[in-house]
């Protein structure tokens, strides 16, 4: 089905007709249409054409309003202060419009078939290195983004560039090695599968006594620095063996992915590794065109606005003077696969906003080179810190960095017992409770990082994020049982819609706003912000309370109205699920 105009696109054609009508010389002049509170909607863009055409805005407005013929969508137009039009449309337009939403699966929300390639780059973790709270917000905030992109059409491609390289894995390679049985799992037999936990617990006894043999013996340290030159020269054992850790960490990633309820496939894990084949053409490449130059036997490429505090300039080190490569050689690869391999035509990175001087020389050099141009556009999604409730960022009380797993499950804990208060009056089964308090408690962490600006640090409370109260999942998603529960219990009518029926204001409100989701997502999408689509589906539930306390359903004076109110609520559950689905986070039926 195509997509349903919103009101506002219809009030704004017919201001665009009466425009013309009125003073065709303004050409398609833009009437500026938003929403207002003294009315539907407020259209201010006539004082910008009066000034042009040196008129009086107020009779310029008059004209305009006169020219606009009477139809079934504008109810009332009055010229207000210096030229304003304030609109009110008709309830039948409300109700017809929002029809026409429910009657379309997507709810009338544009599909653009001839959208481009975005290459999301996010949820990096590291290899043999447990994944903590700093890698929260990259997974969270870039799983919204592949959602919402791909619902609008865009071709999503997910990159998961985890730290899978270096020289650290010389050391563990060669204890390995030397310890043969490290890695190995206390469960026996080929049909037992390994928990995440037992993955990580080998790997962090591993990573602690390698490193302690490291920091002791000389020996063993040799041993291991000449253990990396094989892994970099490709070494077969050296090979394997690395691939073991991988492996092992993808068991552990892949556990805490689930716990998040995150869709994390294999073939979009593309590591550090991933591009070492590519790592000295881009550099001769950098080179030759003369983007990178030779500085104290360093490849680097410098910048007129990047200077350290010694005014001297601060370059990009492509390769170091040893003949290693920086993250930049890899950053830069990728860009070129991407690029070239992928066909992307946005690279959108959602990394921590500490390395947004990192990123924006890679991505100038990258546009030196001509890998981005006006046709291929990178664009870092920044994101800020997580903090505890003392507004530091976030440890545990012994000072050390707080394991992600520990996080999400004290949330399900927390979330499960406010499921168990309400489990009588919703009957809900024991399975459901352990159910819901999951999809509640994950929720709770997800909406909490996702309805705060994301380049804003946020405090992470998780006796708020579990309230029923306030700006939180769990209004949301106790505002989505509550209408499945009124459907339930109505058995003698069906949602229908009746645009012939007056609409109390609470009705205006919730229709209004339900009116708007598309051109939410299209904001969201445009701008890379979701915690905007966070915003609406809170101002949604907002309605929706109103509605509920003015408006009763049950107990509704007639059957239409009964009909009206149940469409109405309906929808508005189907743009909650659906809105609440594109931030990666489950609406129960019953809570």
Same mark, same amino acid.
């Given at each position: ?57 107020? =009779? ?10 009477? +139809? ?14 304030? %609109? ?54 870039? $799983? ?5 992109? *791909? ?26 090695? *030397? ?19 037992? $993955?990580?617990? +080998?790997?962090?006894?591993? @990573? ?13 340290? #040799? ?8 892994? /970099?020269?490709?070494? *077969? ?5 690395? /691939? ?5 960490? !993808? %068991? ?11 869709? %994390? ?9 991933? @591009?070492?084949?590519?790592?000295? =053409? ?82 100038? #050099? ?43 499950? =004290? ?24 159910? +819901?308090?999951? @999809? ?53 009518? *069906? ?20 009116? /708007? ?44 109205? !009964?009909? +009206? ?12 699920? /659906? ?13």
């Amino acid at each position: 089905m195509a997509s349903v105009p919103s009101l506002a696109s219809t009030v704004q054609q017919r201001l665009a007709e009466g425009l013309s009508a009125a003073l065709p010389e303004a050409g398609s002049a833009d009437p500026l249409l938003r929403r207002s509170d003294r009315a539907d909607f407020q259209a201010n863009g006539i004082l910008a054409l009066a000034k042009r055409l040196k008129g009086n805005p107020r =009779e310029l407005a008059t004209k305009v309003v006169e020219a606009i013929p009477a +139809n079934d969508v504008l109810k009332d137009i009055e010229v207000s202060g210096p030229g304003f039009l304030n %609109i009110t449309v008709s309830d039948a337009a409300i109700v017809n419009t929002l029809a026409a939403r429910y009657a379309d699966g997507r709810l009338g929300v544009p599909f653009a078939e001839d959208a481009g390639t975005t290459v999301i780059d996010y949820a990096q973790p590291n290899v043999a290195k447990e994944m903590h709270v700093g890698h929260l917000r990259s997974a969270v905030i870039g $799983a919204a983004m592949v959602e919402i992109l *791909e619902f609008t059409g865009e071709k999503v491609v997910r990159r998961h560039h985890i730290g899978d390289w270096g020289t650290q894995f010389g050391m563990l390679i060669q204890y390995l090695i *030397e310890h043969p049985h490290e890695l190995d799992h206390k469960s026996e037999g080929a049909d037992v599968e390994v928990s995440g936990e037992e $993955a990580m617990s +080998n790997l962090n006894r591993l @990573y602690k006594a390698s490193r302690a043999l490291f920091d002791s013996d000389e020996e063993f340290k #040799t041993r291991a620095r000449a253990r990396v030159v094989d892994l /970099q020269a490709g070494d *077969e054992e050296t090979l394997a063996l690395w /691939q073991r850790f991988v492996d092992e960490s !993808k %068991i552990y990633f892949y556990s805490v992915f689930e716990k998040l309820d995150m869709d %994390i496939r294999d073939p979009d894990i593309v590591g550090e590794s991933g @591009y070492n084949d590519m790592l000295q =053409e881009t550099c001769r490449i950098l080179e030759e065109s003369g983007v990178a130059v030779r500085s104290e036997g360093a490849l680097c490429v410098f910048f007129d606005d990047v200077k350290g505090p010694d005014g001297k300039p601060v370059p990009l080190i492509v390769q170091k003077s040893d003949g290693g490569f920086g993250y930049a050689a890899t950053d830069l690869s990728a860009i070129r696969d991407r690029v070239r391999n992928l066909k992307a035509s946005t690279l959108l990175y959602v990394v921590d906003a500490r390395q947004s001087l990192h990123f924006k020389m890679v991505f100038e #050099t990258a546009r030196r080179a001509g890998w981005l141009n006006d046709e291929v556009k990178a664009h870092q999604l920044a994101f800020g810190t997580v903090l505890g409730k003392d507004g530091k960022p976030f440890k545990t009380r012994e000072g050390e960095t707080v394991r992600l797993v520990d996080l999400l499950d =004290e949330a399900i804990e927390r979330a499960t017992a406010v499921v168990e208060e309400k489990k009588e009056k919703a009957g809900l089964t024991d399975e459901e409770v352990v159910e +819901n308090g999951r @999809y509640v408690g994950i929720g709770a962490v997800k909406y909490a990082d996702l309805s705060t600006s994301a380049v804003r640090d946020y405090k992470f409370d998780l006796d708020q994020m579990v309230s029923l109260n306030g700006d939180t999942s769990v209004y949301l998603q106790y505002a989505y049982a509550r209408i499945q529960s009124i459907k339930r219990n109505v058995t003698d009518a *069906e949602p229908v819609a009746h645009p012939e029926l007056e609409l109390a204001p609470a009705e205006r409100a919730l229709g209004l706003h339900l009116d /708007q989701f598309g051109a939410a997502i299209a904001e969201v999408a445009e701008e890379y912000a979701p915690h905007k689509l966070a915003a609406y589906l809170y101002q949604l539930a907002s309605h929706l309370t109103a509605f509920y306390d003015q408006c009763p359903v049950m107990k509704a004076e007639t059957r239409e109205l !009964k009909e +009206n109110r149940l469409f109405l609520v309906d929808l508005t559950a189907r743009t909650l699920h /659906q809105g609440m689905a594109l931030l990666g986070i489950r609406t129960p039926e019953r809570l």
